[in-house]
């Protein structure tokens, strides 16, 4: 008796179990698929950093050798990394690079947060023209300005300076739309009653906005950063002196059109790439969040 009921208890667990796995192995399947394919795309995004720090260690005539390898058969990080740091005033570059950047970032909060103010909580005619032009610039890339730009840089005698490199990029619509659509989710109550009390729009700006926008402002200050410290193409154009040369710009300097030395050019693409990196870490909190807070918002 007992043995047949442990035959019919076996006999029902199996029949559960095969229930189960044909009830769920459409969603296992499913999840697998979807894993591999995210585990993909990571290995897609990662690879070039994984290939930039391995060529870094590499001899130049190893780096497009017909063997591929991610590990060094000849280690030359040492004397390539030294090269970048020491034989040249990298120092200089970089602090070149974090001047350019935060001069430009500083002088972009200081009109878009204004002008997104304006655009978001303040009604005027012509407000919803003015956004659309905004919304339009969006689409007008630094190249079609640039050679207007630069003749009149060239008529003011202001190549190869600071000013030059961050004239451009004074004004950003990214951040005015960003920052609009944050500061529509403001609550008009709490503005209201900040101009019964008296208050300028400066100050509700500075003592009400700002405070509650500083995770739209850490998310833009990613972009800012990471946009100008990789900046290649107007560093380019309007530096002539070594000493005015952005770390991104001094990578050029191992770049010839027969004898390129790529296992310093390495080298000096990871030692540039690595304060971006950091800076994405330490706040990737606030970036997250603001992205978010800002995305979500008609």
């Not at 032009?133 to 840089?153: D, E, H, Q």
């Amino acid at each position: 008796m007992t043995d047949s009921l442990q035959h019919i208890s076996s006999g029902l667990a199996h029949g559960d179990l095969a229930a189960l796995w044909r009830r769920y192995r459409p969603r296992a399947i499913g999840s697998t698929i979807v894993t591999a394919l995210l585990l993909l795309g990571a290995w897609i995004v990662v690879f070039p950093f994984v290939w930039m720090i391995s060529s870094s260690m590499k001899p130049t005539n190893e780096v497009f050798d017909i063997t591929f390898s991610i590990f060094p058969r000849t280690f030359s990080g040492f004397e390539n990394y030294y090269s970048v740091l020491f034989e040249q005033p990298y120092l200089r570059f970089l602090l070149n690079s974090l001047i350019v950047c935060a001069g430009i970032l500083t002088v972009q909060l200081l009109t878009a947060i204004p002008a997104a103010y304006a655009l978001a909580k303040l009604k005027f005619r012509g407000s919803a023209i003015l956004f659309g032009t905004v919304i339009a610039s969006l689409t007008i890339p630094i190249n079609v300005t640039s050679i207007p730009i630069y003749v009149g840089i060239v008529k003011a005698g202001l190549l190869d300076t600071y000013f030059a490199m961050m004239f451009p990029f004074f004004i950003s619509v990214f951040a005015i739309f960003l920052f609009r659509q944050f500061f529509r989710a403001f609550p008009d109550s709490i503005i209201q009653a900040a101009r019964i009390d008296g208050f300028t729009e400066i100050e509700i700006i500075l003592r009400l906005i700002l405070p509650s926008a500083v995770p739209a402002i850490a998310a833009f200050s990613i972009f800012s950063f990471v946009a100008h410290w990789n900046d290649l193409y107007w560093p380019l154009i309007v530096v002539q002196s070594q000493d005015k040369m952005t770390a991104t710009l001094s990578m050029m300097q191992y770049r010839a059109p027969f004898d390129t030395d790529f296992g310093k050019t390495f080298a000096s693409a990871t030692v540039v790439t690595a304060p971006m990196v950091i800076a994405f870490l330490l706040a990737r909190r606030h970036f997250i969040r603001g992205i978010t807070m800002t995305g979500v918002k008609g």
